[in-house]
T-cell receptor
């Protein structure tokens, strides 16, 4: 079946612009995670949804970051007033059984100029 | 919170040799340990995982071992092939009703298999 998909794959934003990143999880997967991956580093946790409920947002770096999953399927990560330090690859992952076997999407590479 | 240390950061082996990557974790409550392979510009790909009630798991040329007492786990790749070249990440998480199941990743090991 289809894997996790993300769009756009690449996004260039000028400092101060708002961006929205989309994640389509594997159909039927209850859990959805967002991670941020800086160049040459491992992914770092941002936030977690179980169905439409955001159960953990402890990894969001500032109140400029906001995520939602209103119908328990597609999720959007929004970054307001982007800063250069926001430049990274944003990865989405989903899992059928909560937490186990997380399958990643291809990521969105965000570059803030 | 959980902290995962991974080493070595780079590893070069001759084709056909074995490769071993080691990770340690800090939170004794962690109970799920996956390994991911990430090729340049690609998504992390789950290659094997182990839960804390198991000491070893094997899948063809790949095996993972877990030592709960010492809080470390290792990835073993035998008969390495050039297509095994990639960055490998270990991770740990707490899967329980009280946790968010987030993965904490190591910094990665760049494996190069020399033909």
């Amino acid at each position: 079946g289809a894997g996790v998909s993300q769009s756009p794959r690449y996004k260039v934003a000028k400092r101060g612009q708002d961006v929205a990143l989309r994640c389509d999880p594997i159909s039927g997967h209850v859990s959805l995670f967002w991670y941020q991956q800086a160049l040459g580093q491992g992914p770092e946790f941002l936030t977690y949804f179980q169905n439409e409920a955001q159960l953990d947002k402890s990894g969001l770096p500032s109140d400029r970051f906001f995520a939602e999953r209103p119908e328990g399927s597609v999720s959007t990560l929004k970054i307001q007033r982007t800063q250069q330090e926001d430049s990274a690859v944003y990865l989405c992952a989903s899992s059928l059984v909560t937490g186990l076997e997380q399958y990643f999407g291809p990521g969105t590479r965000l570059t803030v100029t | 919170g959980e902290n995962v240390e991974q080493h070595p950061s780079t590893l070069s082996v001759q084709e056909g040799d074995s490769a071993v990557i080691k990770c340690t974790y800090s939170d004794s409550a962690s109970n799920y340990f996956p390994w991911y392979k990430q090729e340049l510009g690609k998504r992390p790909q789950l290659i094997i995982d182990i839960r804390s009630n198991v000491g070893e798991k094997k899948d063809q040329r790949i095996a993972v071992t877990l030592n709960k007492t010492a809080k470390h786990f290792s990835l073993h790749i035998t008969e390495t092939q050039p297509e095994d070249s990639a960055v490998y990440f270990c991770a740990a998480s707490l899967n329980s009703g009280a946790g968010s199941y987030q993965l904490t990743f190591g910094k990665g090991t760049k494996l190069s298999v020399i033909p």
